[in-house]
């Protein structure tokens, strides 16, 4: 499994520009965040029937698929069914200094993951606001997997 530290990523990594979208009146508007919620009842945030087949979709392309605080039941599952996780995958915990909501801002902003998919419980307005924020910015795919 590879785990690595995103603080060292983000000091190699170019900024990339994001593309502005022109709406029907012709007025130039930000780039378009996308960052999609699921909500799993209670007992299913490890449904591998659901999130296998999701997770394998996400990982085909070139930039890094990032996993902020997955189950470790899934980690697992996926090392059975894939081998060791494969180059393109981060596995990244959260900590007191880095909850996982600033981890996955900072995943989406750097424009260097595709996709950022983030296990929480709770997730405010506010936050996920940011979030959309930072999808726009580094032209990425937030998944937020949740609790209900």
Not at 61 to 84: N, T
């Amino acid at each position: 499994m590879e785990q690595l530290s995103f603080a060292q990523n983000l000091q190699s990594q170019e900024p990339q520009v994001p593309v502005h979208e022109v709406n029907d009146e012709g007025s130039s508007q930000g780039p378009m965040g996308n960052v999609t919620e699921i909500i799993l009842p209670p007992g299913q945030v490890e449904n591998f029937q659901l999130l296998l087949p999701m997770l394998s979709q996400l990982n085909q392309e070139r930039r890094w698929l990032a996993w902020i605080d997955p189950p470790q039941g899934l980690v697992s599952k996926w090392q059975q069914m894939h081998g060791a996780l494969t180059g393109q995958i981060l596995v990244l915990r959260s900590s007191e200094q880095f909850p996982a909501e600033v981890l996955a801002e900072r995943a989406l902003q750097a424009g260097t993951c595709h996709a950022v998919v983030l296990w929480t419980r709770k997730l405010g307005r506010a936050i996920f606001s940011r979030l959309e924020q930072a999808s726009a910015n580094g032209l990425s795919h937030g998944v937020v997997l949740r609790m209900r």
